[in-house]
């Protein structure tokens, strides 16, 4: 309860060495006129400012609203003390971020402790009343290479490939934009032939079924340019074409995917789902990579009861029976 009633925690690594280089020589006043000026901003407060112009996700409580708001009203004063100075959306944006990090580690030390009370960290905010929702992470708990728990920013997805002929399975990661246009884009140059038809399929069931999959936008109104990273000596992209459809959905949607998640999946030009046939082995390297959950066709059901025990507790393996059920398995709540 006492840890809770902390704002924010700032870590050492965050803060320079004290050095004379940090010192200045043009302070005219005396050192106490200064420390009066802040003791008359403690009494006063910024939220005013922006007030109705933040909305903070479902994940903070009533506590970590609180020391968020404080926090970005202290931040506030120090870059402009006079009350009457506007703030502008980078400004507030840029605190924002720095108060919902710094209450976020002290969420994250609550969660080591154990409590389930403490277990939902995935902190986000939106700007205006149409902003996308943004999560924010903590720098010393997010790595390129793995599959972290937040949420990725809406038209970035983890995929695991089944792998090609000669080829073991593999950690992708899709990334998605959109804009004004038509047509689908790919970065990669070249760009490897399986990964090529993934794609293709992904554009063709998105422009049939868009109705059931993104309401009344238009994808055909849309430009989308799609890169592909490959983490894995897998290079292909094979079988990838339902994580490059949900990829596409949530750029056009400006919705993230669950934190935790990969998908695995392959589409044909009709709507159906490919059969995975080493699921055991996609599962096996979803939980090496750090996944939590795993989306995965139904038809791999009874293979998965060949997935070990020790497995199987460390990850939640959800199935879908098309594109539109795993599309409303894997959107964050």
Same mark, same amino acid.
């Given at each position: ?8 925690? $700032? @870590?050492?690594?965050? =803060?320079?060495? +004290? /050095? ?7 302070? !005219? #006043? ?121 949420? $990725? @920013?809406?038209?970035? =997805?983890?995929? +695991? /490939? ?7 399975? !593999? #950690? ?121 959950? $795993? ?39």
């Amino acid at each position: 309860a006492f840890m809770d009633r902390i704002h924010a925690y $700032l @870590p050492g690594w965050d =803060v320079p060495k +004290i /050095s004379r280089d940090l010192l200045t020589n043009h302070f !005219g #006043l005396v050192s106490d006129f200064l420390s009066e000026c802040w003791n008359q901003l403690r009494r006063q407060s910024r939220q005013n400012l922006f007030q109705g112009r933040i909305h903070l996700g479902g994940a903070l409580s009533g506590r970590d609203v609180t020391g968020v708001q404080k926090t970005v009203s202290g931040l506030i004063k120090l870059i402009s003390p006079n009350p009457d100075t506007p703030v502008s959306d980078e400004v507030l944006e840029w605190a924002l971020r720095i108060a919902l990090e710094c209450r976020r580690r002290v969420k994250e030390q609550q969660k080591r402790i154990g409590s389930a009370e403490f277990r939902n960290t995935q902190f986000s905010y939106s700007l205006g009343d149409d902003g996308v929702e943004q999560f924010v992470a903590t720098p010393e708990l997010y790595s390129e290479n793995s599959i972290g728990t937040d949420p $990725l @920013p809406p038209g970035q =997805v983890w995929v +695991i /490939s089944p792998g090609a002929q000669d080829e073991n399975s !593999g #950690l992708y990661r899709i990334d998605v934009t959109e804009g004004p246009g038509s047509g689908v884009k790919i970065l990669n140059q070249p760009a490897p032939a399986p990964f090529k038809e993934s794609v293709r399929c992904a554009e063709q069931n998105l422009y049939a079924r868009a109705k059931e999959l993104v309401g009344d936008r238009d994808p055909r109104a849309h430009e989308f340019s799609i890169q592909i990273r490959a983490f894995d000596t897998s290079k292909s992209g094979a079988a990838v074409g339902i994580g490059v459809l949900l990829a596409l959905c949530s750029a056009l949607l400006q919705k993230s995917l669950k934190g935790g998640l990969v998908l695995a999946g392959g589409l044909n030009l009709g709507g159906s789902l490919e059969p995975i046939y080493n699921a055991v082995n996609v599962a096996e390297l979803a939980v090496e990579k750090g996944a939590t959950m $795993l989306l995965i066709p139904v038809s791999s059901r009874k293979q998965m009861n060949d997935l070990s025990d020790d497995m199987v507790t460390k990850i939640n393996i959800q199935y879908f029976t098309d594109a539109r059920d795993g599309l409303m398995k894997a959107l964050a709540d």
